[in-house]
């Protein structure tokens, strides 16, 4: 059974940063890719970035240019640096991998963009 746990989420004001950090634990094995999701309170939850184990990245039009993800293979974590934060970045956000055997989710953390 594959972890994740997620740190580094908390209150900010806008125009603020955060980093946001998953690893991942147990019977894992390659991990094809990783991301990050978030779910604001009445919407459904949507992605934020993702990272393949190659590098490549994808990135919610909402976020360029403002978030940036990254990967260490070797230690099967992901981290989401995210700057210039609004208030509609507000939410729950969600760690995820999967390999060709599993897909895995974390338990979310909160961040708030508030003044």
């Known amino acids: 059974q594959v972890q994740l746990v997620e740190s580094g989420g908390g209150l900010v004001q806008p125009g603020g940063s955060l980093r946001l950090s998953c690893a991942a634990s147990g019977s894992i094995g390659p991990v094809n890719a990783m991301g990050w999701y978030r779910q604001a309170p009445g919407k459904q939850r949507e992605l934020v970035a993702g990272?393949?184990?190659?590098?490549?990245?994808n990135y919610a039009d909402s976020v360029k240019g403002r978030f940036t993800i990254s990967r260490d293979n070797a230690k099967n974590t992901v981290t989401l640096q995210m700057t210039s934060l609004k208030p509609e970045d507000t939410a729950v956000y969600y760690c995820?991998?999967?390999?060709?055997?599993?897909?895995?989710w974390g338990q979310g953390t909160q961040v708030t963009v508030s003044s």
């Open positions: 995820n991998a999967w390999s060709t055997t599993w897909d895995s």
């Open positions: 990272i393949t184990r190659g590098g490549l990245t």
